[in-house]
């Protein structure tokens, strides 16, 4: 038996990185994530491309602090 990538349906991908569906087609566009089709109707982002993607990004520079890092808390 072949070894098969991973693969995260499309509803699965939006709810892991917390985008929308139109961000997820978005970031296949630009090939931050790849697509691989699973049937005529169906599709999935590769679980490669997608912890790639997550692990690229970067933290926005006005991102709350975490509690308990403030200097006299």
């Not at 929308?20 to 790849?34: D, E, M």
């Amino acid at each position: 038996m072949d070894n098969f990538p991973a693969i995260y349906r499309i509803n699965t991908a939006t709810k892991k990185l917390g985008v929308s569906r139109a961000t997820i087609y978005r970031l296949v566009k630009t090939g931050n994530l790849t697509l691989v089709k699973i049937s005529d109707r169906a599709s999935g982002i590769t679980e490669e491309s997608l912890n790639r993607y997550i692990a690229n990004i970067k933290p926005h520079h006005n991102a709350p602090k975490k509690l308990g890092s403030q200097v006299g808390s």
